[in-house]
């Protein structure tokens, strides 16, 4: 029954302790939409499944990796974690340079554990993606993040991901006398400067003027600039990966780049019984 399908095309996750979570909160729009802990991190090199630590304890529980590469990690998460003044004196001269290269003159890192940090935790798309600066917020981020609802980092609502995450917003907007426009293409925005400061979006049947215009890139009219693509695949599995009731998040690293990959299971309600989605993004 394609009904009992809710596949997200353009998957999405959100910090425990992250925007999204805080607006949801703020916004009073929790009762209309229900979250699924992503219980656990892998990362996929040299045809081996790793578990990514996401704690302090992880990290000495870990059979995978040595007393040396556990003082690494415990030195660099102790070190990106801490308050402000100490952040910014840890970037110091490094500021400039790359995360890679960051994370190699700083804690010595290489290898497995260079990679888990940069494409597991730091959610890069490649190793010269990030400064230095953005690849410590990010690690920061998710670190700060486990723990508030749980071991895990992430969360991915249930229902379908992102138009799940999307519904909700429209609900209470609708609730509070929001107006919308149904069934209609956007066929180009342009800016408007002066007291109508703004953007002006010319649909199908007539124009429309607004503040700040929110869409995505694949929404958009060809006039806009892109300089990214991506692609993505959907598989529907019969048989369980990693456990019918565990979420996981996985990084495929490969020599062509990063795949992003995002396995739901029967708890998220994405598709109907003993059927499992995984999500590909490269």
Avoid: W
């Avoid at 690849?135 to 749980?150: A, L």
């Avoid at 209609?184 to 400061?197: A, Q, T």
Wanted: with cysteine; charged share 25%.
């Amino acid at each position: 029954n394609d009904r009992k399908y809710a596949v997200e095309l353009a998957p999405k996750v959100a910090y425990c302790r992250g925007e999204l979570i805080d607006l949801v909160i703020n916004a009073g729009i929790g009762e209309y939409i229900q979250f699924k802990g992503v219980e656990h991190n892998y990362i996929v090199r040299n045809d081996a499944v790793e578990r990514v630590p996401d704690s302090k304890g992880d990290i000495f529980a870990s059979d995978s990796l040595n007393l040396i590469e556990k003082r690494k990690l415990m030195k660099l998460m102790t070190a990106i974690t801490d308050n402000d003044e100490n952040f910014a004196q840890l970037l110091g001269d490094c500021a400039d340079m790359g995360f890679a290269q960051f994370l190699e003159t700083k804690f010595k890192l290489s290898g497995k554990l260079l990679d888990s940090v940069i494409f597991a935790v730091a959610r890069a798309g490649s190793r010269d993606e990030l400064g230095a600066r953005a690849g410590c917020e990010r690690v920061q981020k998710y670190v700060k993040s486990v723990g508030r609802y749980g071991r895990m980092a992430y969360l991915c609502a249930m229902y379908g991901g992102g138009s799940e995450i999307a519904q909700s917003f429209c609900r209470s907007c609708a609730v509070s006398g929001g107006t919308y426009i149904l069934s209609e293409d956007v066929r180009s925005i342009e800016s408007r400067d002066g007291e109508d400061r703004g953007y002006a979006v010319q649909l199908g049947h007539g124009c429309v003027f607004a503040k700040h215009v929110v869409l995505d890139p694949c929404y958009a009219p060809d006039s806009l600039p892109s300089d990214s693509a991506i692609s993505r695949a959907v598989c529907i599995l019969d048989s369980p990966v990693f456990g019918e009731d565990t979420t996981a998040i996985l990084s495929y690293v490969a020599d062509a780049g990063v795949v992003s990959m995002l396995y739901a299971t029967q708890a998220t309600l994405a598709a109907p019984s003993a059927l499992l989605p995984m999500h590909n993004e490269l």
